[in-house]
């Protein structure tokens, strides 16, 4: 049962763009993603950059002034703006979410999208 779907992953060459975004699938609608991880092949799964629920943000020191971690007003979409992208960065990015102040103990993922840097 997907809970998050990601979207937005691709081929994009070294220095260019990509948007990933991230929302609950139509039947979990008060799931709130808040976070994107990434995995490598053969690398553990690593934190790429976080939003808390009043909003402040946080990223790896390896995407930061790169990456841009955003959401919607309802907190119920969340965005990642990948610009000046590196062939290291290419990864397959994971979403994950929980369910809001008062169902902390709730942990959710999507099933990652892929994204490529390659020229």
């Known amino acids: 049962q997907v809970q998050l779907v990601e979207s937005g992953g691709g081929l994009v060459q070294p220095g260019g763009s990509l948007r990933l975004s991230c929302a609950a699938s139509?039947?979990?609608?008060?799931?709130?993603?808040r976070r994107w991880y990434r995995q490598a092949p053969g690398n553990q799964r690593e934190l790429v950059a976080s939003i808390t629920w009043t909003g402040t943000t946080v990223y790896a020191g390896s995407v930061k002034g790169r990456f841009t971690v955003s959401r919607d007003s309802a907190k119920t979409t969340l965005y990642l703006e990948m610009n000046m992208l590196k062939p290291e960065d290419t990864a397959v990015y994971y979403c994950?979410?929980?369910?809001?102040?008062?169902?902390?103990?709730?942990?959710?993922w999507g099933q990652g999208t892929q994204v490529t840097v390659s020229s």
């Open positions: 139509a039947r979990a609608s008060r799931i709130y993603p």
């Open positions: 994950n979410g929980w369910g809001g102040p008062t169902r902390q103990s709730e942990d959710y």
